[in-house]
């Protein structure tokens, strides 16, 4: 049985993506296959290289939320206040 896109690991053009151009690239994949006319071969590739796009992108926001969360542990132990978002 062949391993999906999940699995497998992230080819090195989108690790070098930025969150981003990736998600840019990641709608226009969702755009086409949107749209229906693209061949059978062609929207496997898409849905795989999709598949990638979107790991990527989980991961670089969830490195994002991780940063966040530290800086307002350092914040909080520093005893700063959070900003006023109003």
Same mark, same amino acid.
């Given at each position: *049985? /062949? ?15 930025? %969150? $981003?151009?990736? *998600?840019?690239?990641?709608? !226009?994949? &969702?755009?086409?296959? +949107?749209?229906?006319? @693209?061949?059978?071969? !062609?929207? &496997?590739?898409?849905? #795989?290289?999709?598949? %990638? ?8 926001? /969830?490195? /994002?939320? *991780?940063? @966040? +969360?530290?800086? #307002?542990? &350092? ?7 959070? *900003?006023? $978002?109003?």
């Amino acid at each position: *049985m /062949a391993k999906s896109p999940a699995h497998d690991a992230i080819p090195d053009d989108i690790t070098r993506m930025g %969150f $981003e151009e990736a *998600m840019k690239e990641l709608e !226009d994949i &969702v755009r086409r296959l +949107e749209g229906g006319q @693209v061949k059978l071969d !062609d929207a &496997v590739n898409a849905y #795989t290289r999709g598949s %990638f796009l979107k790991r990527h992108c989980e991961a670089k926001l /969830a490195d /994002a939320k *991780m940063k @966040v +969360e530290k800086i #307002t542990q &350092v914040g909080k132990a520093l005893g700063l206040e959070p *900003m006023d $978002e109003s």
